[in-house]
């Protein structure tokens, strides 16, 4: 995988997706504009199905980007969603009757949000905490229904990534501690209205080493060799998402397969019965299909030591610089051939001075107001993360095929910004 979509080409200092020219997509659509390239998405998921095989469960994470043309995708391909709030359980419903093939996440689940998901059918429920067990079996028990869970367990085995997207590790949040997990098990396995499904970890994202898989669900098969008593059916391992899509300068992570086996053998360590294997992937679905096209403001000369390009989007459609530090591979895709570069610190429209895109990118010495500059690696937590400050209207989002430019979701007016006010 790259870290730019597969179907991107240059000529001559303009960009294509396919066959259609970013400059005229963004004349005609307007920028920001967030624009995915909806083949690569397609190959992304098929590289998962291939490596993990047909039999595999494929909850991809919605909070990664979700939209419901991206709902008929997954579905098409036999993929179901992973969920953590009603607002994306009511995205998959509005193209699917049923969640029957979601999976429901996160540490906070409200009483309206898992009624909403067991009385549409819902597929798996993951338990974050002990709290959680009796609030969904009496909803469980009303819908009249045996509803699936599986137990998130935190391993503290941390993973080589940003501490901010760390998720597993005793300081973390996330999940039951392996020695509560077995409290948790009795009390799912004595429960009459829920049915206990097996056993969910999610380490944290951009993990590159297979072994920290592998180590992780060892660790879960052990918990549920110990337990096998309570463990009535075919059980689900689910390794969670959290595998590597490459951003600007880094290097390839390993072929999918070998996370699939590492998985596989961890299970197999201890678990000798049937199971099935869940993963959530999000970032590694929709992260390199995805760019964001600004347009370029007014250049600063007389601030800073370098100058300043002013763009008309920022934290807004991606505050992920703002929050994590990330830098996001820019490109001035207004014809420009002239191979001198200099460094711009290119900075969004909002009113804080952290709303710096990237502090040090290299674009081309002509750049100049109106050109229009791409921002790569952009697919994943952009749009999900985007935001109304300083009510500015989120912006739109296109899909391009091999055949046509089509619409994912619309702009916001300037009144949309208003709407929810009483
Ligand atoms: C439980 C869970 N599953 C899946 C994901 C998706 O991770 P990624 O987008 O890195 O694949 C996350 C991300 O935070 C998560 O918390």
């Not at 960009?15 to 397609?42: C, K, Q, R």
């Not at 300081?171 to 009795?186: M, P, R, Y």
């Not at 869940?278 to 299909?289: F, L, Q, S, T």
Request: proline letters at 3%; glycine letters at 8%; charged letters at 25%.
């Amino acid at each position: 995988m790259n870290y730019l979509p597969n179907n991107l080409t240059f000529n001559n200092g303009d960009a294509f997706l396919n066959n259609f020219s970013l400059i005229d997509i963004a004349s005609e659509h307007g920028t920001p504009l967030y624009v995915y390239d909806w083949d690569n998405i397609e190959d992304n998921i098929s590289e998962f199905t291939n490596a993990f095989g047909d039999d595999a469960l494929y909850r991809y994470a919605a909070k990664a980007f979700i939209c419901k043309k991206l709902v008929e995708l997954l579905d098409k391909n036999n993929w179901g969603v992973d969920v953590v709030s009603g607002g994306e359980m009511a995205t998959v419903l509005s193209v699917l009757d049923t969640l029957e093939n979601t999976l429901f996440n996160g540490t906070f689940k409200t009483k309206d949000e898992v009624n909403f998901f067991i009385s549409n059918n819902g597929g798996h429920i993951s338990i974050d905490n002990l709290n959680e067990i009796t609030l969904i079996q009496d909803i469980a028990l009303k819908n009249k229904r045996k509803q699936p869970v599986i137990l998130r367990i935190n391993l503290d085995l941390g993973a080589e990534t940003h501490p901010m997207v760390l998720t597993s590790g005793y300081d973390q949040q996330f999940g039951i501690s392996i020695d509560v997990a077995e409290t948790a098990l009795k009390e799912v396995y004595n429960s009459n209205s829920l049915l206990f499904s097996g056993v969910h970890v999610h380490i944290g994202s951009q993990i590159k080493d297979p072994k920290r898989f592998n180590k992780a669900m060892e660790e879960c098969s052990l918990f549920l060799e110990r337990n096998k008593a309570s463990v009535e059916r075919e059980v689900v391992f689910d390794a969670g998402g959290g595998f590597f899509s490459p951003y600007e300068g880094d290097d390839n992570s390993e072929d999918l397969s070998v996370y699939a086996k590492a998985i596989k053998s961890g299970i197999e360590k201890n678990w000798t019965t049937d199971y099935k294997i869940m993963i959530e992937p999000g970032r590694a679905i929709v992260n390199n299909a995805g760019l964001i096209l600004y347009t370029a403001g007014a250049i600063k000369e007389d601030r800073g030591e370098k100058p300043f390009i002013l763009v008309d989007g920022g934290m807004s459609d991606n505050p992920r610089p703002a929050l994590y530090g990330s830098e996001h591979k820019l490109f001035n895709i207004s014809g420009k051939v002239n191979d001198k570069e200099k460094v711009f610190a290119v900075s969004g429209r909002h009113c804080e001075s952290g709303d710096l895109l990237v502090d040090r990118a290299l674009l081309s010495e002509d750049t100049k107001t109106g050109d229009v500059l791409m921002s790569t690696s952009t697919g994943a937590y952009t749009y999900a993360m985007a935001s109304n400050y300083n009510r500015v209207p989120k912006a739109k989002v296109v899909g391009v095929s091999k055949t046509e430019v089509f619409d994912l979701v619309k702009r916001q007016s300037f009144e949309d910004t208003v709407s929810d006010d009483i």
